[in-house]
């Protein structure tokens, strides 16, 4: 029996999903953070249940040979880089892993071994201080007064949203430390108050950055609870939005400086209006050949260098050449779909996010594309009206939807619809899995499935799987 409050010396065999060690006491599995496959570890037992057990690190008696030190010291508390201190390529062996098990488990799609692609991981250049650093393209920071009554911007620890007071986050373009060390600045010169979650008052919520990867223009957008930005100046109180602008505009590559609106009780970071303070609405970047522009509410993929990589998969399994019709749903900014028009006769894409649909349609004029349209809305409503209005068939349908998956009626659209040929683009292994199987159960087989790095040091990873239609 595992007693609590009691310690153990254990080895780490095996990691969850959430990138957490598993060991065995008693025959009884025990899950403990911060800890590396092949770790001995002291444990002490925090909570027992029936068929498991959380623990917490004690003492690292003997590290794995996967261990690494982080490189950034709040990397143990930060609910971010979880797998930080497992070494890189470990890492995407472990990714690899979990697409397998969700394929198989979830999936139900026995042979999946055998059409696993090797993961595309990141490049790390020999001389790199470590491996895949600085690589993001978007930032949020959360803002808080602290208990001792200072501002306090940087990153909720994990499982909590208790902010960690820092300017650097090593995954982040190495431009975003001056924006937030001068916003910080700001505020406490100008007062402005950060919102309190508790008591839904106070002002800023959330600092927003963007960068070009390409282009090196850089976007800030302030949340704030609330229409104007009013801090204090001389004692009295003020408009003070100019005064954010004067802070930041010189910062190079600034060509955005926007302030967004959530006045809401609730845990989404952005509201629904923005307003543009200095400079453009949005920031330009581009992928391949294609230039995009990006407006604060628009989604764009976090990690340009492996988006490059992971349009060119889903481009190659969709294997067009020149005759198809396309279907890009949960289109975004239309990147994939742009991607793939050159290669089409019509793609079609679908985002439910105005904005978004707007940046899609200016980025197809930008880039001279004309054989593509994109419509606004829910994916799985419009759709089916679509194909049941026209009754056109998609030759290929690419789909790329948030966390949760597709919708149930999208999916039996696209059985109805009956595309030779389906290129799924997932951000979660679980809910693929769970897509892919019903898919399957309608007369389609997984092809290859390929793992492709996005978040290096965190838990989630990205995956194109492309599945074909019996025929007959
Ligand atoms: N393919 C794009 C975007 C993928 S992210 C790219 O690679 O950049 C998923 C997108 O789905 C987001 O833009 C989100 O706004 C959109 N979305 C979420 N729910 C949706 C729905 N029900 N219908 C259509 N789009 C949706």
Redesign the pocket.
Known sequence: MLTKNQEYEMCIEDMGNDGEGIGHLDGMAVFVKDTVVGDRILVKVIKVKKQYAFGRLMRILEPSAFRVEPICPLARSCGGCTLMQMEYGRQLAWKQDKVLNCMKRIGGIAQAETLMEPIIGMEVPEEAEFPAIYYRNKAQFPVQRGKDGRIKIGFYAGRTHDVMDTDRCYLQAPVTETIVKRIRRFLEEYQVEPYDEGTHSGLVRHILTRTGWHTGEVMVCLVINGRKLTGRYQGAACNVEQQLVDCLRDIPGMTSIVLNFNVEKTNRILGNDCRTLWGQDYISDRIGEIRYQISPL????VNPQQ?EKLYAKALEYADLHGEETVW??????G??SLFLASKAKKVYG????EA?VEDARKNAVANRIENVDFFA????EVFPAQYQKTGERADVIVV???RKGC?AVLLDTMVQMAPNRIVY?SCDPATLARDVKVLVEAGYVVERICPVEQFAHNVHVETVVLMSRIQG
Do not use: N, R
């Not at 679908?350 to 996010?353: Q, R």
């Not at 809305?377 to 799985?380: D, H, Q, S, T």
């Open positions: 628009s989604f764009y993929q988006t890009d749903l949960y289109c975004g900014i990147t994939i679908v985002e439910i996010v978004a809305g829910k994916a799985e790329d939807p948030p919708d683009v």
